[in-house]
């Protein structure tokens, strides 16, 4: 019996606080890409304005790319933002366990 | 564990962030994180014995307390202390100068900027 002992992926956290506005919405996508082209799992929170990034196409076409989007629903809720299919609304919880679990962690606040 | 520092640089009386980065540092504890929390620059202005609530602005008072409870490290610089004034301190923190701010972050894991 032979065992294929596959490497463990090396796992991005993304923290996003800013709007669409911001050119680190941009940023993050290009990032996203880059690091999922080499093999790499992608995990990001929204918070903050960051929440109103599902409003954006470009962002939310990362979701087809198998990165996890999860957001805080406290702060999507003061912002009146119904439910999107494929997005997480998580909280604080989550964030912190991506912090924990992820290789890397990169913040765009 | 993984040490996790939250800087925190702006103004807490113009802008909600601050209020929301002490909320995210207490939500940080929630996995094996060791969370410090800096407070640099106008971010001092935080530490004043001022009343928020009264300008409708979020009580982040509670949060540093709550910091304090969980035994997270709650840091100001000194440098920045001096800068604007700050006389009295409200909450229990420790002062540190920028050498030992700058120590603090390298020694991080990771640090998340607001």
């Known amino acids: 019996m032979s065992y294929e002992l596959k490497e463990k992926k090396q796992r991005l956290g993304i923290l996003l606080t800013t709007s669409p506005e911001s050119e680190n919405t941009f940023t993050v996508i290009k990032l996203t890409e880059a690091a999922l082209s080499s093999e790499r799992d992608v995990h990001i929170f929204l918070m903050c304005d960051g929440v109103y990034n599902i409003n954006d196409r470009n962002f939310v076409s990362l979701l087809d790319k198998g990165v996890i989007i999860t957001l805080c629903a406290h702060n999507a809720s003061e912002r009146l933002l119904e439910k999107r299919e494929g997005i997480n609304f998580g909280s604080q919880y989550d964030l912190a366990y991506i912090v924990n679990e992820s290789d890397k962690f990169l913040s765009f606040t | ?114």
């Open chain 2, 1 to 114: 564990m993984k040490k996790v520092t939250v800087v925190l640089q702006k103004s807490p009386f113009n802008t909600l962030r601050n209020s929301e980065a002490l909320r995210m540092s207490l939500g940080l504890t929630l996995a094996n994180n060791a969370v410090r929390v800096v407070f640099v620059r106008d971010a001092v202005y935080s530490l004043l014995p001022a009343k928020p609530d009264e300008i409708k602005s979020p009580a982040f008072g509670r949060h540093i307390e709550m910091l304090n409870t969980l035994k997270c490290r709650v840091v100001a610089e000194k440098e920045s202390i001096e800068e604007k004034g700050i006389g009295e301190i409200k909450y229990n923190i420790e002062v540190k100068d920028r050498k030992g701010v700058i120590e603090l972050i390298k020694d991080s894991d990771s640090v998340i900027t607001y």
